[in-house]
């Protein structure tokens, strides 16, 4: 078994038998797939932002999905994990220096760091997750070409399916007040909250309702201020239960442990939307208080992608998961089903199909 020097825990914990995953200042260690035999010579790579491969949220999701192909080509794969922003730059390097053919990066805040290396190695390939590489690093411009032709954006209009959340909350809620709040106000974060917003909004119009959105009004917003699962997370969170909230979208990988200790301390009845992946499945703390959510395919996204680099034929044209090509999704209401509505599910069904047809727009800075 390979020695690991940085212990992972939760789902992620399960496949360190395969891989290594190292932190910034140790060089990355050969990864063995679980094929029996090395059929490549192809080697993946991938980086984590800040929250690590065991966020249960989208390093976790890219990093299962960079596994399974790795696994299906024959190959070897390396991951290293990023403690903090300073080790982008540096984990990319060390990455590139141990002969990685395909680098994925995970997150809109190794975007800087991806452009630098890709301009610095033109003969590799990027997979840039959650980021256009387009029009500088703020994230909010998109012309469908990536600043540099060496990167593959892998992108998701997750405002599409935060409508169909949104539409749900608002239609759940016993109080008539609904809230959200974000890490930090990437376009990535405010995307999922604008869609929210929409589809609160759409209820409201479909419904002759007045249920109201606290913690983002489409422009300015609740956050924590990063994305840690800390006393800044409840705090953020117990804000918007006072504001008589019942339902709650935290918008940031982990900081929704913060609205879990906030719904706890509160001893009301709130119930939580997860994001990226269904959170009733990789956190089982959850399942009493999830109701739904908004899930983001990026295991898919990143699999598909390492096959065709693994096979010799990335397309490098920007990936946008949409409802219609199921990159993104709503999860199960799960335990929540017998208490939602029983005309619930199959509004939501037409209003997808309204946004799919394009009868029902959700407006994002991805189709802007």
């Not at 924590?224 to 935290?250: H, K, R, S, Y």
């Not at 999860?331 to 394009?358: C, M, R, W, Y």
Request: proline share 4%; with cysteine.
């Amino acid at each position: 078994m390979i020695k690991l020097r940085k212990a992972v825990v939760g789902a992620v914990g399960l496949l360190v038998a395969s891989t290594a995953l190292v932190a910034c200042g140790d060089a990355p260690e050969d990864s063995g797939s679980d094929s029996g035999s090395q059929a490549s010579d192809f080697l993946p790579c991938i980086v984590s932002d800040a929250g690590g491969f065991d966020d249960k949220s989208f390093n976790q999701l890219s990093y299962e999905g960079l596994k399974k192909a790795a696994d299906e080509l024959g190959s070897d794969f390396k991951a290293v994990e990023s403690n903090s922003e300073n080790d982008y730059a540096p984990n990319l390097e060390s990455l590139v220096s141990e002969g990685c053919d395909t680098l994925v990066t995970v997150g809109f805040a190794l975007a800087a760091a991806t452009k630098e290396s890709a301009a610095a190695n033109p003969d590799l390939e990027y997979v840039l997750i959650d980021d256009a590489a387009d029009g500088g690093d703020d994230g909010q411009t998109f012309d469908g070409k990536a600043d540099q032709p060496n990167i593959k954006p892998l992108l998701y209009d997750t405002a599409q399916a935060a409508f169909l959340a949104g539409y749900a909350a608002a239609d759940y809620s016993k109080t008539g007040v609904v809230g959200t709040y974000g890490g930090q106000p990437y376009p990535t974060v405010t995307i999922f909250m604008d869609g929210f917003l929409q589809g609160v909004e759409y209820y409201n119009q479909e419904k002759g309702a007045d249920v109201k959105v606290v913690g983002w009004d489409g422009k300015n917003g609740s956050f924590t201020g990063g994305f840690e699962a800390n006393q800044a997370a409840t705090n953020t969170a117990a804000q918007l239960l006072d504001q008589d909230v019942d339902v709650i979208m935290p918008v940031g990988g982990p900081i929704y442990q913060g609205a879990l200790t906030a719904i706890a301390d509160s001893g009301k009845d709130v119930a939580m939307i997860g994001v990226d992946a269904d959170v009733f499945n990789t956190d089982p703390n959850t399942q009493d208080v999830i109701l739904t959510s908004v899930m983001k395919g990026m295991d898919v996204s990143t699999y598909e992608a390492i096959m065709q680099a693994g096979e010799g034929d990335l397309d490098m044209t920007p990936y946008i998961g949409t409802l219609e090509n199921e990159g993104v999704g709503l999860a199960p209401f799960h335990n929540f089903e017998s208490k939602v509505s029983p005309d619930l599910q199959g509004e939501l069904d037409t209003v997808k199909a309204g946004i799919i047809d394009g009868s029902i727009p959700v407006k994002s800075y991805l189709n802007q």
